[in-house]
């Protein structure tokens, strides 16, 4: 069965400093993963996806994320925090033929000055 | 533009009342989805549809009822058994055929208790 685990619910770091969230997956097949973000009492907005073509993503906003399928991760990457960057970022991985969406609970990033 | 729409984008339930949310694109997708989003929860999935007049349970359909009697609209409604719906309510979208493509989201609701 899918799942995915996101270490660490809260970050915070300072602006200007590297942004790191992490995300673990299980899955029997190879993976589609994508990273989310959720401004408040807003919907989710893709930041990028990885579909089996080149492991290092690259997103919107300056995100990255890149594939490691050895350590089952795709952990998402800022060279340097912004200020707008604070926001509740989710991880989700699915299947080819399985046409869910299984999402990690969630990191919210906190930046400060 | 194209996109998901959500409405209202807040709602009061009294006791013992239904009441339903409305979600509609204007992607041309063929499947469709209900999220409810807790605090510290993530998304769990509520129910889903990949095409007109056929949907599916997801994790926790208990309390809640969908239609998709056109493509474009999946309204999901809040039964009076669901007693704790306080929560947010996100819809989403894809295209069916393609498991690598993402789900488009709306905007959500937020729906409380008087």
């Known amino acids: 069965a899918q799942s995915v685990t996101q270490l660490g619910s809260h970050v915070s770091v300072s602006e200007g400093a590297l942004v790191l969230l992490r995300c673990n997956y299980s899955?029997?097949?190879?993976?589609?993963l994508f990273w989310y973000v959720q401004y408040p009492n807003q919907g989710l907005q893709l930041l990028l996806k990885?579909?089996?073509?080149?492991?290092l993503v690259k997103g919107i906003n300056g995100f990255e994320a890149e594939f490691k399928k050895s350590e089952t991760s795709f952990h998402l990457t800022k060279p340097s925090a912004h200020m707008s960057d604070a926001a509740e970022y989710f991880c989700a991985v699915s299947e080819e033929g399985y046409n869910k969406l299984i999402f990690g609970a969630g990191t919210r990033l906190a930046v400060h000055p | 533009d194209g996109g998901i729409t959500q409405s209202p984008k807040y709602l009061f339930r009294k006791e013992g009342q239904n009441v339903t949310l409305s979600c509609e694109q204007n992607l041309n997708h063929d499947a469709m989805y209900w999220y409810r989003q807790d605090p510290g929860q993530g998304l769990r999935l509520i129910y889903y549809s990949q095409i007109v007049n056929d949907f599916q349970k997801g994790d926790i359909a208990e309390g809640y009822s969908v239609s998709r009697e056109k493509k474009e609209s999946f309204p999901l409604t809040v039964t009076s058994a669901q007693k704790n719906p306080t929560a947010f309510y996100l819809c989403?979208?894809?295209?069916?055929?393609?498991?690598?493509?993402?789900?488009?989201f709306g905007d959500g609701t937020r729906l409380s208790i008087l």
């Open positions: 990885y579909t089996s073509a080149a492991t």
């Open positions: 989403a979208s894809s295209n069916r055929q393609y498991s690598n493509q993402p789900q488009h």
């Open positions: 899955s029997s097949v190879p993976p589609y």
